[in-house]
């Protein structure tokens, strides 16, 4: 994207991972889980920000193997496994 190697770089990097935690936070902690708990660290800890948004750390089961199936394309339809019905 024409980003040189460093600090301007990471900025993008965060920012695109905050985007993509506030829209999905099930797939972010599945396939980035310790960057989803140092998001979730500094928004919580903050002393302006805590106030507005609230990052909770715990994931349903079925909560992230749905995120999973739905980022990996999968509606988890028994066709799809090759099973049948």
Excluded: C
């Amino acid at each position: 994207m024409g980003y040189k190697k460093g600090i301007e770089a990471d900025w993008e990097l965060m920012a695109e991972a905050i985007r993509a935690y506030m829209a999905n936070p099930n797939y972010v902690k599945t396939v980035a889980p310790k960057t989803a708990a140092r998001i979730r660290a500094h928004v919580n800890e903050h002393k302006e920000l805590k106030h507005i948004i609230q990052f909770n750390s715990a994931v349903g089961t079925a909560g992230g193997a749905a995120g999973a199936g739905v980022a990996l394309g999968s509606d988890g339809s028994d066709s799809e496994r090759g099973q049948a019905q």
